[in-house]
């Protein structure tokens, strides 16, 4: 009944609603976020902090978060760098090891020598993730970043198991398989 007029209405609409959505920032996708990123290089280099955000395509959370990450990065794209790494490219092996990434996302927030501030990972509100950027852009490297995990000094555990020696029972109790 509507036929032809309504389906070119439809695609009107629907090219109108998919241009404003672009230009107005709209839905960033992770790919989206990986072009427009400082290069991990080009951040080390900058003498600006920098947030360094850990995902993978696949990762459902990190699509979730992709918009506040690229709204944040607009906020703050003249005094911090937004690095994107992804950790299912090999390249990034020895980052993903010395940031201790064991979940993503994961947001490490670095000072304007690349030293770690401290990091969050996971679904982590929006307001976390403004909050940190905010402080690390206002204080640099003297920021107290609001919402950070920190990982001091510590000694490493050997990925070896410690030798143990099991003693056999004479048989005389009853879980003795002497």
């Known amino acids: 009944k509507f036929g032809l007029p309504a389906a070119g209405a439809a695609v009107a609409i629907g090219a109108a609603l998919f241009l404003r959505s672009s230009s107005t920032g709209g839905i960033a996708s992770l790919q989206d976020l990986a072009r427009e990123s400082v290069p991990l290089e080009v951040a080390l280099a900058s003498g600006k902090p920098s947030v360094v955000e850990f995902y993978a395509d696949w990762c459902e959370v990190c699509k979730a978060e992709a918009s506040a990450t690229s709204e944040l990065s607009r906020e703050h794209r003249n005094d911090l760098n937004f690095v994107m790494l992804n950790v299912d490219n090999s390249r990034w092996a020895e980052e993903v090891a ?15 020598q690349g030293r770690s501030k401290g990091f969050v990972v996971g679904n982590v509100p929006k307001e976390v993730l403004s909050a940190n950027a905010d402080a690390l852009s206002a204080g640099g490297d003297d920021a107290n970043l609001p919402y950070v995990r920190k990982v001091a000094a510590s000694s490493q ?7 143990i020696t099991v003693q056999q029972g004479d048989g005389s109790r009853p879980r003795d398989h002497g």
Do not use: N
Request: charged share 15%; hydrophobic share 30%; aromatic share 14%.
């Open 98 to 112: 010395q940031y201790g990434v064991g979940g993503i996302p994961h947001w490490e927030y670095l000072d304007s």
């Open 157 to 163: 555990i050997p990925l070896q198991a410690p030798d």
